[in-house]
T-cell receptor, first 114, second 113 residues
Framework: EPEVTQTPSHQVTQMGQEVILRCVPI?????FYWYRQILGQKVEFLVS????????KSEIFDDQFSVERPDGSNFTLKIRSTKLEDSAMYFCASGGVSSYYGYTFGSGTRLTVV | GDSVTQMEGPVTLSEEAFLTINCTYT??????LFWYVQYPGEGLQLLLKATKADDKGSNKGFEATYRKETTSFHLEKGSVQVSDSAVYFC????????????FGKGTLLTVNP
């Protein structure tokens, strides 16, 4: 079964550093998403991406966050200057034209900011 | 805006017990409804879904029925196993162009032998 692949599985970074979280969505999918889950809390929507642009973003997704689909296969989330409160599990997801029926999540990147 | 309220955990059951995890939602329009499961140390896996009123989603012995009149999508399983121990998330997906998922807070289920 097709998978969404995320790398790395765990990243530790110093506060103030930039991090890039990488995702390889399912190849024929059109919609791409980032969600995050702070430890023990609910999963929160960050951003959706369609047709090479952001289609919706949450209030969490401020100017320190950006997304890119640089080469038609990868989908990245960049955090420019990490804060302690950015420590969370970040999930990438992708969906096809029938995204109304749900989409596929990756296994996540655990980001720890120290 | 859209929201999902699910039963607070943790829930602890003995093997073969009956499970219900309640979920209610608030949404405009006609959302799709989902249950996702997160096993320890893993990502989110789709457990089951329903896309319209009175649809029943089912998978691995779990069931949930989309009840528009009560805006609910309760998860049930007749006989839980130790391997069902996980966090369960109820979620709704809004229509429109973005298909954004809104999750509940999650319910931790522990099944003891």
């Amino acid at each position: 079964e097709p998978e969404v692949t995320q790398t790395p599985s765990h990243q530790v970074t110093q506060m103030g550093q930039e991090v890039i979280l990488r995702c390889v969505p399912i190849s024929n999918h059109l919609y791409f998403y980032w969600y995050r889950q702070i430890l023990g809390q609910k999963v929160e929507f960050l951003v959706s991406f369609y047709n090479n642009e952001i289609s919706e973003k949450s209030e969490i997704f401020d100017d320190q966050f950006s997304v890119e689909r640089p080469d038609g296969s990868n989908f990245t989330l960049k955090i420019r200057s990490t804060k302690l409160e950015d420590s969370a599990m970040y999930f990438c997801a992708s969906g096809g034209v029938s995204s109304y029926y749900g989409y596929t999540f990756g296994s996540g990147t655990r980001l720890t900011v120290v | 805006g859209d929201s999902v309220t699910q039963m607070e955990g943790p829930v602890t059951l003995s093997e073969e017990a009956f499970l219900t995890i309640n979920c209610t939602y608030t949404a405009t329009g006609y959302p799709s409804l989902f249950w996702y499961v997160q096993y320890p140390g893993e990502g989110l896996q789709l457990l089951l879904k329903a896309t319209k009123a009175d649809d029943k989603g089912s998978n691995k012995g779990f069931e949930a029925t989309y009840r528009k009149e009560t805006t609910s999508f309760h998860l049930e399983k007749g006989s839980v196993q130790v391997s069902d121990s996980a966090v369960y998330f109820c979620a709704l997906l809004s229509g429109g162009s973005n298909y954004k998922l809104t999750f509940g807070k999650g319910t931790l289920l522990t099944v003891n032998p």
